[in-house]
């Protein structure tokens, strides 16, 4: 059971340059979850999907743009990388993205430098 | 805004209990979490409160207090794989996660 994936493992990006994660869950969830994190700071929601074909904006979205195209993939770009997208990014999942109660799944992580 | 503060670092012996306090102040409220997060790796849930009062689970047991925004996760009988960082969550009125920064626990022989 693979659960979420998440490609590339770690990258280094010069700036200004675009960089696309990815991410696939094979649970069958219909929310999807893009968080970044910075040491201090915790884990800080950048995009959300509460199911294929919608997304919306979390704490800090600027800089990063998410399609959901289906129910397994949720990709996040960046534009334009800048040195301040440095950090450690989680996709993770649950079931619904409507109730309290979910747990979200988490992958294993990607972690990006920008020079 | 969200705030959820939790403190930074704990140390505790093999064999011992630690407790790790968190308290929120978030818009809505539907449930607090805690998720374990060993170095290098992804969290991984630990418990789910939304009522008041203690639930227990093995070694660990979390505790809520609404009314006083107020959680906190119990580590008994502490293993050397315990060591890692405790992250507090709150799931807010729109069911999205707002995180604390986490607690880093450190257990030695």
């Known amino acids: 059971i693979a659960g979420i994936t998440q490609a590339p493992t770690s990258q280094i990006l010069a700036a200004g340059r675009r960089m696309t994660l990815r991410c696939t869950q094979d649970m069958r969830h219909n929310a999807m979850y893009w968080y970044r994190q910075d040491l201090g700071l915790g884990l800080r929601l950048i995009h959300y999907s509460n199911t294929a074909g919608t997304t919306g904006k979390g704490e800090v979205p600027d800089g990063y743009s998410v399609s959901r195209a289906n129910t397994d993939d949720f990709p996040l770009t960046l534009a334009s990388a800048v040195p301040s997208q440095t950090s450690v990014y989680f996709c993770?999942?649950?079931?619904?993205?409507?109730?309290?109660?979910?747990?979200?799944?988490f992958g294993p992580g990607t972690r990006l430098t920008v020079l | 805004g969200q705030n959820i503060d939790q403190p930074t670092e704990m140390t505790a012996t093999e064999g011992a209990i630690v407790q790790i306090n968190c308290t929120y102040q978030t818009s809505g409220f539907n449930g607090l979490f805690w998720y374990q997060q060993h170095a290098g790796e992804a969290p991984t849930f630990l418990s789910y409160n939304v009522l008041d009062g203690l639930e227990e689970k093995g070694r660990f047991s979390s505790f809520l207090s609404r009314s006083k925004g107020y959680s906190y996760l119990l580590l008994k009988e502490l293993q050397m794989k315990d060591s890692a960082s405790y992250l507090c969550?709150?799931?807010?009125?729109?069911?999205?996660?707002?995180f604390g920064a986490g607690t880093t626990v450190t257990v030695r022989a």
């Open positions: 969550a709150v799931s807010r009125g729109d069911y999205k996660l707002s």
């Open positions: 993770a999942s649950s079931e619904s993205g409507t109730s309290g109660a979910d747990e979200q799944f």
